[in-house]
Nanobody, 115 residues
Framework: QVQLVESGGGLVQAGGSLRLSCAAS????????MGWYRQAPGKQRELVAV???????TYADSVKGRFTISGDNAKNTVYLQMNSLKPEDTAVYYC?????????WGQGTQVTVSS
């Protein structure tokens, strides 16, 4: 079993900041990638940012320069610092843990950006 515990979502005004955290525990053997996806109402889930093998990072074009993903390998934790938030960033944000033999999702945390 794998548990992903997310925190840090909430309501913020446009231009504000939030920091999301996701801590993984349980049957963690070898992490291929860990990161964040989001899903807005009526839209498909999309990649926001991911750390691959604890080293390289990938960002969606829409968040480049505003969001920063970081990780603590010792704690199996990943963070997403979100700055200059826009109303279009409003979505449920899901933590994703990709091990080579399985993929797990967190329960999601709501981020709402008011204009």
């Amino acid at each position: 079993q794998v548990q992903l515990v997310e925190s840090g979502g909430g309501l913020v005004q446009a231009g504000g900041s939030l920091r999301l955290s996701c801590a993984a525990s349980g049957s963690i053997f070898s992490i291929n990638a860990m990161g964040w996806y989001r899903q807005a109402p009526g839209k498909q889930r999309e990649l926001v940012a991911v750390i691959i093998r604890g080293a390289s990072t990938t960002y969606a074009d829409s968040v480049k320069g505003r969001f920063t993903i970081s990780g603590d390998n010792a704690k199996n934790t990943v963070y997403l610092q979100m700055n200059s938030l826009k109303p279009e960033d409003t979505a449920v944000y899901y933590c994703n843990l990709n091990q080579f033999h399985r993929v797990d999702w967190g329960q999601g945390t709501q981020v709402t950006v008011s204009s």
